[in-house]
């Protein structure tokens, strides 16, 4: 993302002390600039991507075809019958 990325806007976020502690301490675990982890977090958060994009993406997933049942088999599977939860 940073490398071809033209930074020309500035903008100013004030932050709580601890918040700001904490994010200058995980920019520097992660060995990054504060404002590096704070674009990631809205990118992430709020994304540049295309529903275009998004689209194709979900079609790259759907053609891994992993061993997934269909939906009324995936329910059976992850939510516990009320008769198994009373045992």
């Given amino acids: 993302m940073e490398k071809?990325?033209?930074l020309t806007k500035k903008t100013t976020i004030l932050f709580p002390?601890?918040?700001h502690t904490h994010l200058t301490e995980t920019a520097k675990r992660r060995g990054v600039s504060l404002?590096?982890?704070v674009r990631t977090a809205c990118e992430a958060q709020y994304g540049l991507v295309s529903s275009e994009?998004?689209?194709r993406a979900a079609e790259r997933?759907?053609?891994l075809s992993l061993p997934v049942g269909g939906v009324s088999k995936m329910k059976r599977q992850s939510v516990?019958?009320?008769e198994d939860l009373l045992k």
């Fill in 53 to 55: 994009e998004r689209l």
């Fill in 4 to 6: 071809d990325m033209e």
């Fill in 80 to 82: 516990p019958r009320a």
């Fill in 35 to 37: 404002g590096y982890l």
């Fill in 17 to 19: 002390p601890s918040l």
């Fill in 61 to 63: 997933l759907r053609r």
